[in-house]
């Protein structure tokens, strides 16, 4: 027995060529759109976190070295200055131990575009871990209103890191 069937193409293993076909233009277009709007909205989002991380981390960064200068003022029974690189704060900062002794200075940099004032121009750790006057750091980046960092520094070496307002 012939099967009249056996030399038909089956109908359900023939597929339709357009369903095989790539993406039309009106889908890539509506794609692309949703990525702009989506990178719309993240782009500052994410400048943000990146300034606040910056500002933070310089922070950190100066209350260690505030912390490494008096631990190692207490620890050689010498005097250790932090002070700043360059003409001000902005430009880093290090501790410097005295001269003869084989261990380097340490230097810390500001992360970004961050500000660090102070009216000091050095703290000098005496040998007690003690100050001569109470020293003020301000921690800020150049957007306005935003929040920055306080970092007092009492006489005894006590750190107060509070949140500020910058200007």
């Known amino acids: 027995m012939i099967d009249a069937r056996k030399g038909a193409p089956d109908v359900r293993n023939v597929r339709n060529v357009r369903e095989e076909q790539g993406f039309t233009i009106i ?17 500052p989002s994410f400048q943000s976190v990146t300034a606040n991380n910056a500002l933070r981390s310089s922070a950190a960064d100066l209350v260690t070295a ?4 008096r631990a190692q003022a207490v620890n050689r029974r010498k005097p250790v200055v932090l002070r700043h690189l360059g003409s001000s704060w902005n430009d ?7 001269g003869d002794d084989s261990e380097g200075d340490q ?12 009216a000091d121009d050095e703290i000098e750790f005496l ?4 100050i001569a006057s109470e020293v003020e750091f301000e ?3 150049d957007r306005s209103g935003e929040s920055g960092r306080r970092i007092r520094v009492g ?5 107060d890191n509070s949140v500020i307002t910058c200007g």
């Not at 880093?92 to 005295?98: H, R």
């Not at 040998?127 to 003690?130: E, H, R, V, Y």
């Not at 006489?155 to 750190?159: C, D, K, L, W």
């Open 127 to 130: 040998p007690s871990g003690l």
């Open 66 to 69: 505030i912390n490494t200068a």
């Open 107 to 118: 230097r810390f940099l500001p992360a970004g575009t961050v500000t660090v004032t102070s």
């Open 27 to 43: 889908e890539l277009m509506l794609a692309i759109g949703l990525a702009a709007v989506l990178l719309a909205i993240a782009v």
């Open 155 to 159: 006489r005894f070496g006590v750190i």
């Open 92 to 98: 880093g900062w290090e501790v410097f131990y005295d």
């Open 139 to 141: 921690v800020c980046d």
